[in-house]
Protein backbone atom coordinates (compact mmCIF):
# COMPACT_ATOMS: atom_id res chain seq x y z
CA UNK A 1 0.00 0.00 0.00
CA UNK A 2 1.47 3.27 -1.04
CA UNK A 3 0.57 6.98 -1.24
CA UNK A 4 0.47 8.79 -5.20
CA UNK A 5 2.88 10.66 -4.57
CA UNK A 6 5.54 7.72 -4.04
CA UNK A 7 6.83 6.75 -7.79
CA UNK A 8 5.66 9.17 -9.44
CA UNK A 9 6.88 11.20 -12.12
CA UNK A 10 7.98 14.04 -9.65
CA UNK A 11 9.57 11.79 -7.46
CA UNK A 12 11.99 10.49 -10.51
CA UNK A 13 12.79 14.16 -11.60
CA UNK A 14 13.34 14.94 -7.79
CA UNK A 15 16.13 11.46 -8.08
CA UNK A 16 17.84 13.00 -10.84
CA UNK A 17 18.01 16.44 -9.10
CA UNK A 18 19.22 14.59 -5.89
CA UNK A 19 22.07 12.71 -7.92
CA UNK A 20 23.27 15.98 -9.49
CA UNK A 21 23.32 17.68 -6.47
CA UNK A 22 25.28 14.47 -4.66
CA UNK A 23 27.82 14.34 -7.64
CA UNK A 24 28.83 17.96 -6.64
CA UNK A 25 28.31 17.71 -3.09
CA UNK A 26 30.72 15.03 -2.07
CA UNK A 27 33.16 16.21 -3.76
CA UNK A 28 34.87 17.81 -0.45
CA UNK A 29 35.71 13.84 0.36
CA UNK A 30 37.80 13.29 -2.54
CA UNK A 31 39.62 16.92 -2.86
CA UNK A 32 42.13 16.60 0.00
CA UNK A 33 42.99 13.21 -0.91
CA UNK A 34 44.11 14.93 -4.67
CA UNK A 35 45.71 18.00 -3.31
CA UNK A 36 47.78 16.10 -0.36
CA UNK A 37 50.78 15.65 -2.25
CA UNK A 38 50.84 18.96 -2.94
CA UNK A 39 50.39 20.02 0.50
CA UNK A 40 52.93 17.83 1.36
CA UNK A 41 55.54 19.51 -0.76
CA UNK A 42 54.01 23.13 0.24
CA UNK A 43 54.25 23.05 4.04
CA UNK A 44 57.51 20.06 4.14
CA UNK A 45 55.25 17.99 6.15
CA UNK A 46 55.70 14.21 6.61
CA UNK A 47 53.14 11.58 5.16
CA UNK A 48 51.44 10.87 8.17
CA UNK A 49 51.19 15.09 9.07
CA UNK A 50 49.88 15.80 5.74
CA UNK A 51 47.26 12.67 6.10
CA UNK A 52 45.30 15.01 9.02
CA UNK A 53 43.41 17.03 6.89
CA UNK A 54 41.82 14.09 5.55
CA UNK A 55 41.36 11.91 8.65
CA UNK A 56 39.71 15.82 9.79
CA UNK A 57 37.58 15.70 6.78
CA UNK A 58 36.68 11.93 7.24
CA UNK A 59 35.37 12.79 11.14
CA UNK A 60 33.66 15.69 9.85
CA UNK A 61 32.05 13.57 7.45
CA UNK A 62 30.74 10.94 9.89
CA UNK A 63 29.53 13.52 12.44
CA UNK A 64 27.79 15.63 9.75
CA UNK A 65 25.87 12.90 8.40
CA UNK A 66 24.01 12.35 11.52
CA UNK A 67 23.84 16.37 12.17
CA UNK A 68 22.44 17.33 8.97
CA UNK A 69 20.01 14.35 8.89
CA UNK A 70 18.69 15.77 12.13
CA UNK A 71 18.76 18.72 10.10
CA UNK A 72 16.76 17.94 7.69
CA UNK A 73 13.95 16.34 9.57
CA UNK A 74 13.60 19.49 11.65
CA UNK A 75 13.87 22.46 8.50
CA UNK A 76 13.55 20.35 4.96
CA UNK A 77 16.35 19.05 2.84
CA UNK A 78 16.60 22.39 1.00
CA UNK A 79 17.84 24.80 4.16
CA UNK A 80 19.91 22.02 5.11
CA UNK A 81 21.21 22.35 1.45
CA UNK A 82 21.72 25.98 1.63
CA UNK A 83 23.56 25.64 4.59
CA UNK A 84 25.95 22.77 3.84
CA UNK A 85 26.52 24.46 0.47
CA UNK A 86 27.85 27.70 2.49
CA UNK A 87 29.91 26.20 4.58
CA UNK A 88 31.56 23.42 2.12
CA UNK A 89 31.99 26.92 0.05
CA UNK A 90 33.91 29.16 3.38
CA UNK A 91 35.54 26.18 3.98
CA UNK A 92 37.61 25.71 0.83
CA UNK A 93 38.07 29.70 1.23
CA UNK A 94 39.59 29.11 4.64
CA UNK A 95 41.45 26.20 3.69
CA UNK A 96 43.69 28.49 1.29
CA UNK A 97 44.57 30.69 3.36
CA UNK A 98 45.55 28.40 6.16
CA UNK A 99 49.49 29.15 6.90
CA UNK A 100 50.27 25.54 8.89
CA UNK A 101 48.98 22.09 8.57
CA UNK A 102 46.82 22.73 11.87
CA UNK A 103 44.59 25.44 10.50
CA UNK A 104 44.49 23.68 7.15
CA UNK A 105 43.07 20.25 9.24
CA UNK A 106 40.31 22.56 11.24
CA UNK A 107 39.11 23.68 7.85
CA UNK A 108 39.11 19.86 6.58
CA UNK A 109 37.02 19.38 9.44
CA UNK A 110 34.34 22.34 8.59
CA UNK A 111 34.81 21.12 5.10
CA UNK A 112 33.62 16.97 6.02
CA UNK A 113 30.77 18.52 7.82
CA UNK A 114 29.56 20.77 4.74
CA UNK A 115 30.49 17.77 2.21
CA UNK A 116 28.40 14.64 4.12
CA UNK A 117 24.89 16.53 3.13
CA UNK A 118 25.66 14.83 0.21
CA UNK A 119 25.02 11.69 1.62
CA UNK A 120 23.15 10.44 4.67
CA UNK A 121 20.51 12.89 4.30
CA UNK A 122 20.17 13.33 0.63
CA UNK A 123 19.55 9.49 0.58
CA UNK A 124 17.50 9.87 3.75
CA UNK A 125 15.34 12.58 1.80
CA UNK A 126 14.66 10.65 -1.34
CA UNK A 127 13.49 7.50 0.19
CA UNK A 128 10.64 9.68 1.33
CA UNK A 129 9.30 9.71 -2.16
CA UNK A 130 9.28 6.22 -3.09
CA UNK A 131 7.64 2.68 -2.00
CA UNK A 132 7.86 0.24 -4.60
CA UNK A 133 11.35 1.51 -6.28
CA UNK A 134 12.77 3.17 -3.27
CA UNK A 135 16.12 0.29 -3.39
CA UNK A 136 16.89 1.83 -6.40
CA UNK A 137 16.40 5.08 -5.79
CA UNK A 138 18.40 5.04 -2.67
CA UNK A 139 20.88 2.93 -4.39
CA UNK A 140 21.38 5.76 -7.24
CA UNK A 141 21.80 8.57 -4.68
CA UNK A 142 24.16 7.06 -2.35
CA UNK A 143 26.25 6.32 -5.98
CA UNK A 144 26.75 10.35 -6.14
CA UNK A 145 29.55 9.75 -3.63
CA UNK A 146 31.56 7.24 -5.88
CA UNK A 147 30.65 9.01 -8.81
CA UNK A 148 31.94 12.30 -7.18
CA UNK A 149 35.20 10.24 -6.72
CA UNK A 150 35.48 8.94 -9.88
CA UNK A 151 34.62 12.70 -12.19
CA UNK A 152 36.09 14.83 -10.08
CA UNK A 153 39.43 14.00 -9.70
CA UNK A 154 40.52 14.11 -13.19
CA UNK A 155 38.64 17.09 -14.02
CA UNK A 156 40.27 18.75 -11.57
CA UNK A 157 43.72 17.08 -12.14
CA UNK A 158 44.65 20.11 -15.19
CA UNK A 159 43.94 22.68 -12.63
CA UNK A 160 46.10 21.33 -10.11
CA UNK A 161 48.77 21.14 -12.40
CA UNK A 162 48.95 24.47 -13.69
CA UNK A 163 47.40 26.83 -10.81
CA UNK A 164 48.06 24.65 -7.59
CA UNK A 165 46.10 23.39 -5.25
CA UNK A 166 44.51 26.42 -3.98
CA UNK A 167 42.85 27.36 -7.21
CA UNK A 168 41.27 24.29 -7.39
CA UNK A 169 39.61 24.74 -3.91
CA UNK A 170 38.53 28.53 -4.76
CA UNK A 171 37.14 26.65 -8.10
CA UNK A 172 35.46 24.05 -5.92
CA UNK A 173 34.06 26.75 -3.72
CA UNK A 174 32.30 28.32 -6.42
CA UNK A 175 31.04 25.77 -8.49
CA UNK A 176 29.34 24.09 -5.04
CA UNK A 177 27.61 27.70 -4.64
CA UNK A 178 26.40 27.79 -7.96
CA UNK A 179 25.67 24.60 -8.74
CA UNK A 180 23.63 23.27 -5.21
CA UNK A 181 21.89 26.37 -4.11
CA UNK A 182 20.10 26.89 -7.08
CA UNK A 183 19.28 22.91 -7.53
CA UNK A 184 18.29 22.78 -3.85
CA UNK A 185 15.26 25.65 -4.50
CA UNK A 186 13.68 22.77 -6.37
CA UNK A 187 13.66 20.12 -3.65
CA UNK A 188 11.18 22.68 -1.58
CA UNK A 189 8.02 20.35 -2.26
CA UNK A 190 7.35 18.26 1.08
CA UNK A 191 6.13 14.82 1.23
CA UNK A 192 2.65 14.77 1.50
CA UNK A 193 1.03 14.16 5.52
CA UNK A 194 -0.65 11.26 4.28
CA UNK A 195 2.23 9.57 2.48
CA UNK A 196 4.19 10.11 5.80
CA UNK A 197 1.21 7.92 7.15
CA UNK A 198 1.32 5.28 5.16
CA UNK A 199 5.39 4.56 5.50
CA UNK A 200 4.67 4.70 8.94
CA UNK A 201 2.17 1.92 9.40
CA UNK A 202 4.19 -0.42 7.33
CA UNK A 203 7.35 0.49 9.14
CA UNK A 204 5.62 -0.21 12.11
CA UNK A 205 4.58 -3.51 11.18
CA UNK A 206 8.29 -4.77 10.20
CA UNK A 207 9.45 -3.10 13.45
CA UNK A 208 6.96 -5.39 15.28
CA UNK A 209 8.24 -8.65 13.72
CA UNK A 210 11.83 -7.82 14.86
CA UNK A 211 9.97 -7.38 18.32
CA UNK A 212 13.41 -4.56 19.18
CA UNK A 213 13.27 -1.22 19.77
CA UNK A 214 13.54 1.67 17.29
CA UNK A 215 16.33 3.23 19.57
CA UNK A 216 17.58 -0.38 20.09
CA UNK A 217 17.49 -1.36 16.41
CA UNK A 218 19.23 2.08 15.72
CA UNK A 219 22.32 0.59 18.07
CA UNK A 220 22.69 -2.84 16.41
CA UNK A 221 22.78 -1.34 12.91
CA UNK A 222 25.57 1.03 13.80
CA UNK A 223 27.59 -1.74 15.58
CA UNK A 224 26.83 -4.16 11.95
CA UNK A 225 28.00 -1.01 10.12
CA UNK A 226 31.08 -0.55 11.84
CA UNK A 227 31.90 -4.19 11.26
CA UNK A 228 31.07 -4.26 7.53
CA UNK A 229 33.00 -1.19 7.38
CA UNK A 230 36.32 -1.97 9.02
CA UNK A 231 36.25 -4.90 6.58
CA UNK A 232 35.43 -2.92 3.92
CA UNK A 233 38.46 -0.07 4.75
CA UNK A 234 40.90 -3.24 4.02
CA UNK A 235 41.19 -2.50 0.49
CA UNK A 236 39.81 0.38 0.06
CA UNK A 237 42.51 2.79 1.93
CA UNK A 238 45.59 0.38 2.00
CA UNK A 239 45.50 -1.21 -2.02
CA UNK A 240 48.20 1.50 -3.16
CA UNK A 241 50.49 0.78 -0.58
CA UNK A 242 49.78 -2.95 -0.78
CA UNK A 243 50.61 -2.35 -4.12
CA UNK A 244 53.69 -0.72 -3.62
CA UNK A 245 54.89 -3.06 -1.32
CA UNK A 246 54.42 -6.15 -3.89
CA UNK A 247 56.56 -3.98 -6.04
CA UNK A 248 54.18 -2.88 -8.69
CA UNK A 249 54.00 0.82 -7.71
CA UNK A 250 51.17 3.26 -6.75
CA UNK A 251 49.80 3.80 -9.85
CA UNK A 252 48.65 0.22 -10.23
CA UNK A 253 47.41 0.60 -7.57
CA UNK A 254 45.50 3.68 -8.09
CA UNK A 255 43.90 2.14 -11.18
CA UNK A 256 42.75 -1.01 -9.06
CA UNK A 257 41.23 1.66 -6.23
CA UNK A 258 39.71 3.52 -9.33
CA UNK A 259 38.49 -0.35 -10.69
CA UNK A 260 36.65 -0.77 -6.65
CA UNK A 261 34.94 2.15 -7.31
CA UNK A 262 33.53 2.14 -10.66
CA UNK A 263 32.72 -1.75 -9.43
CA UNK A 264 30.71 -0.39 -6.46
CA UNK A 265 28.68 1.98 -8.52
CA UNK A 266 27.94 -1.22 -10.25
CA UNK A 267 27.33 -2.86 -7.18
CA UNK A 268 24.87 -0.25 -5.66
CA UNK A 269 22.55 0.05 -8.92
CA UNK A 270 22.30 -3.34 -8.83
CA UNK A 271 21.49 -4.13 -5.02
CA UNK A 272 19.02 -1.36 -5.18
CA UNK A 273 17.19 -3.10 -7.91
CA UNK A 274 17.61 -6.76 -5.60
CA UNK A 275 16.61 -4.48 -2.33
CA UNK A 276 12.88 -3.88 -4.47
CA UNK A 277 12.51 -7.33 -4.39
CA UNK A 278 13.91 -8.93 -1.24
CA UNK A 279 14.21 -6.09 1.04
CA UNK A 280 16.68 -4.34 2.92
CA UNK A 281 17.85 -6.86 5.71
CA UNK A 282 18.22 -9.72 3.18
CA UNK A 283 20.07 -7.36 0.20
CA UNK A 284 22.60 -6.39 3.14
CA UNK A 285 23.20 -9.74 4.07
CA UNK A 286 24.00 -11.35 0.70
CA UNK A 287 26.02 -8.00 -0.34
CA UNK A 288 27.90 -8.78 3.53
CA UNK A 289 29.01 -12.26 2.55
CA UNK A 290 29.92 -11.68 -0.82
CA UNK A 291 32.51 -8.86 0.62
CA UNK A 292 33.68 -11.76 2.77
CA UNK A 293 34.06 -14.10 -0.14
CA UNK A 294 36.15 -11.38 -1.96
CA UNK A 295 38.30 -10.67 1.34
CA UNK A 296 39.26 -14.24 1.35
CA UNK A 297 40.39 -13.99 -2.14
CA UNK A 298 42.78 -11.56 -1.62
CA UNK A 299 44.57 -14.11 0.88
CA UNK A 300 46.00 -16.51 -2.05
CA UNK A 301 45.89 -14.08 -4.84
CA UNK A 302 48.50 -11.27 -4.63
CA UNK A 303 49.95 -11.41 -8.34
CA UNK A 304 49.05 -8.03 -10.36
CA UNK A 305 46.55 -9.96 -12.76
CA UNK A 306 45.00 -11.57 -10.19
CA UNK A 307 44.59 -8.57 -8.03
CA UNK A 308 42.98 -6.46 -10.95
CA UNK A 309 40.16 -9.06 -10.87
CA UNK A 310 39.70 -9.57 -6.92
CA UNK A 311 39.68 -5.84 -6.85
CA UNK A 312 36.55 -5.33 -9.17
CA UNK A 313 34.97 -8.56 -7.82
CA UNK A 314 35.71 -6.34 -4.31
CA UNK A 315 33.70 -3.33 -5.87
CA UNK A 316 30.66 -5.54 -7.24
CA UNK A 317 30.68 -7.40 -3.54
CA UNK A 318 30.74 -4.25 -1.47
CA UNK A 319 29.06 -1.08 -3.26
CA UNK A 320 25.45 -2.03 -1.93
CA UNK A 321 26.27 -3.20 1.18
CA UNK A 322 26.27 0.72 2.98
CA UNK A 323 22.77 1.76 1.04
CA UNK A 324 21.49 -1.40 2.15
CA UNK A 325 21.65 0.02 5.69
CA UNK A 326 19.40 3.03 5.33
CA UNK A 327 17.06 0.79 3.55
CA UNK A 328 16.43 -1.06 6.75
CA UNK A 329 16.56 2.18 8.71
CA UNK A 330 13.28 3.34 6.59
CA UNK A 331 11.70 -0.36 6.71
CA UNK A 332 11.88 -0.77 10.44
CA UNK A 333 11.57 2.96 11.57
CA UNK A 334 8.97 5.95 11.94
CA UNK A 335 9.67 8.20 8.26
CA UNK A 336 9.33 11.32 10.57
CA UNK A 337 12.80 10.31 12.52
CA UNK A 338 15.08 8.98 8.63
CA UNK A 339 16.86 11.85 8.86
CA UNK A 340 18.78 11.43 12.33
CA UNK A 341 17.95 7.50 12.30
CA UNK A 342 20.22 7.01 8.53
CA UNK A 343 22.39 9.83 9.70
CA UNK A 344 23.26 8.01 12.77
CA UNK A 345 23.77 4.29 11.29
CA UNK A 346 25.95 6.29 8.04
CA UNK A 347 28.01 7.99 10.64
CA UNK A 348 29.12 4.68 12.39
CA UNK A 349 29.78 2.86 9.10
CA UNK A 350 31.85 6.17 8.29
CA UNK A 351 33.75 5.70 11.81
CA UNK A 352 34.29 1.99 10.86
CA UNK A 353 36.16 2.45 7.60
CA UNK A 354 38.19 5.40 9.51
CA UNK A 355 38.77 2.97 12.41
CA UNK A 356 39.59 -0.03 9.92
CA UNK A 357 41.73 1.85 8.12
CA UNK A 358 43.99 3.03 11.28
CA UNK A 359 43.73 -0.78 12.49
CA UNK A 360 45.12 -2.43 9.05
CA UNK A 361 47.71 0.64 9.20
CA UNK A 362 48.52 -0.68 12.96
CA UNK A 363 48.54 -4.37 11.71
CA UNK A 364 51.10 -3.85 9.20
CA UNK A 365 53.64 -1.92 11.38
CA UNK A 366 53.26 -4.62 13.68
CA UNK A 367 53.68 -7.63 11.42
CA UNK A 368 55.28 -6.22 8.05
CA UNK A 369 52.58 -7.85 5.55
CA UNK A 370 48.65 -7.33 4.84
CA UNK A 371 48.07 -11.11 5.66
CA UNK A 372 46.71 -10.38 9.32
CA UNK A 373 44.90 -7.32 8.03
CA UNK A 374 42.98 -8.71 5.69
CA UNK A 375 42.39 -11.87 8.39
CA UNK A 376 40.77 -9.16 10.88
CA UNK A 377 38.53 -7.41 7.91
CA UNK A 378 37.08 -11.03 7.58
CA UNK A 379 36.74 -11.14 11.49
CA UNK A 380 34.61 -8.05 11.62
CA UNK A 381 32.93 -9.26 8.53
CA UNK A 382 32.01 -12.15 10.18
CA UNK A 383 30.37 -9.90 13.13
CA UNK A 384 28.40 -8.45 10.36
CA UNK A 385 27.10 -11.49 9.00
CA UNK A 386 25.93 -12.50 12.92
CA UNK A 387 24.06 -9.54 13.66
CA UNK A 388 21.93 -9.79 10.64
CA UNK A 389 21.52 -13.39 11.03
CA UNK A 390 20.09 -12.43 13.93
CA UNK A 391 17.63 -9.97 12.88
CA UNK A 392 16.13 -12.20 10.42
CA UNK A 393 15.93 -14.96 12.42
CA UNK A 394 13.41 -12.90 14.80
CA UNK A 395 11.40 -11.30 12.10
CA UNK A 396 10.78 -14.44 10.11
CA UNK A 397 8.83 -16.90 12.82
CA UNK A 398 6.60 -13.63 14.07
CA UNK A 399 6.04 -12.55 10.46
CA UNK A 400 4.43 -16.34 9.62
CA UNK A 401 2.46 -15.90 13.13
CA UNK A 402 1.21 -12.90 11.96
CA UNK A 403 0.19 -14.49 8.59
CA UNK A 404 -0.98 -17.85 10.44
Known amino acids: MSHPIHDSRYSWLRLLITLAIATVANVGMWAVIVVMPAIETQFGAGRAEASLPYVLAMVGFALGNMWLGQMVDRLGVTKALIGAA ?6 YLLATWAPNILLLSVAHLLLGLGTSIGFGPLIADISH ?7 IAVALVASGNYLSGA ?3 TMLSGILARDGWQQVYLTLAVITLVVVIPLSLLLRRQVPIEAHSTAAANAQINARSVGISPRALQYILGLAGIGCCVAMSMPQVHI ?4 VGLGYGPAVGAEMLSLMLM ?5 RVISGIVADKLGGVMTLL ?3 VLQCIALFLFLPYDGMVSLYIVSLLFGLAQGGIVPSYALVVREYMAPQ ?3 ARVGFVMMMTILGMALGGWMSGWIYDV ?5 LAFINGILWNGLNIAILLVLLHRSRPRRQEAMA
Open 86 to 91: VLSAVS
Open 129 to 135: WFMRRRG
Open 151 to 153: IWP
Open 240 to 243: VSYC
Open 263 to 267: GGVVS
Open 286 to 288: GGS
Open 337 to 339: EAG
Open 367 to 371: TGNYQ
